[in-house]
């Protein structure tokens, strides 16, 4: 085992099973909630997370989310039709789908009948849109007067007593539930127009959906195409569900063990951020989970995890004493004049 010279230490056999024990059990809960995130029945999105953070991180983390409040999406414009008469729409959802429309026919090879089909789906669609959006026209403008009006006494108030925090927090709660409601409606009416259009191609394509996505929704990937990734959020998730399956599969095997456990560390951090375990901050942890004060469950893992990073766990009943004994202590050798074993 490795020491520093002016700092020379020891660990007994007791205390190294303790530490690789404890590595494996905190990288297969790492592993497990990475895996668990995959299933679709539990309809993972980092979204329900980040979207709730509180503190004083809470609005960076907001920013991290494309168009949270719906704002964006809900935005109603003009446009002419092809003689000329003047319609309301959702300019993002109708932007989206003739994207997708026009994709659609260059991606399929379709006959005459088909194509003649699928135009028909695509007006019926289109023609509900914009009715919907001439219907709900002067409830969206009083939702986005009213959310403006919330926006600005929040950013001038200062007032931070409890009552406030609690009046603010349910105001902005209030405010993404209106969204929600058409923002669902529209992205339904989305996934019908996805499934119906499927269907003149092969009935066994019929109930496809997800993939008409708004230029809000996909925010830097508009600027960078992804061919695998269509949205900014799902980006996000992927990134949360592979990268805590491989944190976790690292200190399980033991492999880059010391750089796993930074990463973990960086997670947590980010945990202990948004859930902000601090007293009279509003809203209170939920008791079912614990009663915390400044130290929470993820702070002791984000403890255990800086410890796992500065001592060598990764060779002793782990993948990393081979790349320690062939390679990595020679660099060391080289490059540590410190160093000694």
């Not at 980092?46 to 503190?55: E, I, Q, T, Y």
């Not at 699928?118 to 009213?146: C, I, P, Q, T």
């Not at 209030?174 to 259009?197: C, F, H, P, V």
């Amino acid at each position: 085992m490795s020491t520093i010279k002016s700092f020379p230490f020891r660990f007994g056999f007791t205390a190294i099973v303790l530490i690789v024990l404890l590595r494996i059990a905190i990288g297969w809960h790492f592993f497990y909630e990475g895996l668990h995130k995959f299933d679709p029945a539990e309809g993972f999105s980092a979204k329900g997370f980040l979207g709730v953070a509180k503190g004083p991180t809470a609005e960076l983390y907001y920013e991290m989310l494309p168009d949270l409040d719906g704002v964006q999406r809900l935005e109603i414009g003009a446009v002419k039709d092809d003689k000329g008469k003047e319609h309301k729409t959702f300019v993002a959802y109708e932007n989206a789908w003739n994207k997708f429309f026009n994709h659609f026919l260059e991606k399929h090879t379709l006959d005459e009948k088909q194509k003649k089909d699928a135009h028909l789906v695509f007006n019926r669609y289109l023609e509900s849109l914009r009715d919907g959006a001439a219907d709900v026209e002067k409830d969206v403008k009083a939702f986005k007067e009213s959310k403006e009006r919330y926006e600005e006494t929040k950013n001038t108030l200062q007032n931070n007593t409890a009552f406030e925090q609690k009046r603010r927090w349910d105001a902005m709660m209030k405010y993404r539930g209106e969204a929600g409601t058409w923002i669902n409606m529209l992205d339904g009416m989305s996934n019908g127009l996805q499934s119906d259009l499927a269907r003149i191609v092969s009935p066994q394509l019929a109930g496809e959906s997800g993939k008409i996505i708004t230029d809000p929704e996909r925010g830097y990937l508009k600027y960078f195409p992804n061919p695998c990734v269509q949205s900014q959020m799902r980006a996000m998730d992927l990134a949360v569900m592979y990268g805590l399956s491989a944190i976790g599969l690292c200190m399980i095997l033991g492999i880059c063990n010391r750089l796993a456990c930074l990463g973990g560390a960086v997670f947590l951090v980010n945990v202990i951020l948004t859930t902000y375990p601090v007293p009279g901050v509003y809203p209170p942890l939920p008791t079912a989970v614990g009663n915390f004060m400044f130290v929470s469950k993820d702070g002791v893992e984000l403890l255990a995890m800086l410890l796992l990073a500065s001592i060598p766990a990764g060779r002793w009943a782990g993948l990393d004493y081979f790349l320690w004994h062939y390679g990595g202590k020679h660099l060391v050798k080289k490059f540590c004049p410190l160093y000694s074993e």
